[in-house]
């Protein structure tokens, strides 16, 4: 199994606050993204990272924000949480940018009450 | 129309069963296709990608069909092993343009 861990695992949260997930990749990979998963939704696409303080907004950005100081560390930031960010939160690593298998932590299962 | 569009099921099978599954896609000027299974409460993990010649690995066959625009994944003497949910992953170019399908969930049964 590819070397990408999250925490925390599991998480609840009051609305309003502020929470930071994290990714940490031991593959060297350039290539890191923050999806989320919710029923009747494919993964979305946050955030992502093409290298180290290089990082662009995916398909539902708004409430969240990134960043990428080291190459192995992502960090996902919901500024003020809110009830739509209860979701199933992945992180995934890629070699390259295209066309290549990606491989996904564990997932951070988040609620906010 | 969804970009990437499937079939959530569940599809319920006997072992030794043939499942096939479909997904659509409605971008023209996609240029891969792979297959991911997902366990229930874990990560997806890639099961295959599709070529356009069309791929088998062992029971598992996937095809791809650019004219209609779908691929397909067929399962031959399904196990119980197999269950767990399809999800159809489609790139436009670049990881940022990967779409993911609901998934189609599959329950093999004694």
């Known amino acids: 199994d590819a070397g990408i861990t999250q925490s925390p695992r599991h998480k609840v949260t009051e609305t309003g606050t502020p929470v930071t997930l994290r990714c940490h990749q031991t593959e060297n990979h350039r290539y890191m993204y923050w999806y989320r998963q919710d029923p009747g939704h494919g993964l979305r696409l946050i955030h992502y990272?093409?290298?180290?303080?290089?990082?662009d907004k995916g398909e539902v950005s708004d409430g969240y924000s990134v960043s990428r100081s080291k190459t192995e560390d992502f960090l996902l930031t919901l500024e003020s949480a809110t009830s739509s960010q209860t979701s199933v939160y992945f992180c995934a690593i890629t070699e390259t940018g295209r066309n290549t298998e990606a491989f996904f932590g564990q997932g951070t299962r988040l609620t906010v009450v | 129309r969804k970009e990437v569009e499937q079939d959530p099921g569940p599809f319920n099978v006997p072992e030794g069963a043939t499942v096939a599954f479909n997904c659509t896609y409605s971008n023209s000027a996609s240029q891969s296709f792979f297959w991911y299974r997902q366990d229930c409460r874990k990560e997806p993990k890639l099961l295959m990608s599709?070529?356009?010649s069309g791929n088998e690995d062992g029971r598992f066959t996937a095809q791809l069909n650019r004219a209609s625009q779908y691929i397909s994944l067929l399962i031959r003497d399904s196990k119980l092993s197999d269950s767990a949910t399809y999800l159809c992953v489609v790139n436009s170019g670049g990881y940022q343009k990967v779409t993911f399908g609901i998934g189609t969930k599959l329950q093999v049964i004694p």
């Open positions: 599709v070529y356009s």
């Open positions: 990272s093409y290298g180290v303080k290089d990082t």
